[in-house]
Nanobody, 125 residues
Framework: QLQASGGGLVQAGGSLRLSCAASGRTFSIGAMGWFRQAPGKEREFVAAIRWSDSGSRYLDSVKWRATISRDRVKSTGYLQLNSLRPEDTAVYYC????????????????????WGQGTQVTVSS
């Protein structure tokens, strides 16, 4: 089970740190990804990290504004979002897989078996 948290309402230019904790019957995380879905749009990849070596991948539009990280002891992943823009407004979902995918496929939704419930990020202009 994945629990996403940390969303909220923030002004443009602000920052948020999203967290995704694996709980309950824990499993060995191989990689964790963050996806987002804005109203009326399809869900899109934001960032992902491989647990073993912190190999990561980012959506181009957030690449210089986001940092993904993980705490292996806490089985928790984090997504730091800076310089937020109104177009970042969306429900952010975390997802995890037991496998350890190559970097090239980290952006694919079908890589992930486990999904969190989502956390709302709203950026006001």
């Amino acid at each position: 089970q994945l629990q996403a948290s940390g969303g909220g309402l923030v002004q443009a230019g602000g920052s948020l740190r999203l967290s995704c904790a694996a709980s309950g019957r824990t499993f060995s995380i191989g990689a964790m990804g963050w996806f987002r879905q804005a109203p009326g749009k399809e869900r899109e990849f934001v960032a992902a990290i491989r647990w073993s070596d912190s190999g990561s991948r980012y959506l181009d539009s957030v690449k210089w504004r986001a940092t993904i990280s993980r705490d292996r002891v806490k089985s928790t992943g984090y997504l730091q979002l800076n310089s937020l823009r109104p177009e970042d407004t969306a429900v952010y979902y975390c997802a995890a897989t037991k496998s350890s995918p190559i970097t090239g496929v980290l952006a694919r939704e079908d890589v992930y078996e486990y999904w969190g419930q989502g956390t709302q990020v709203t950026v006001s202009s």
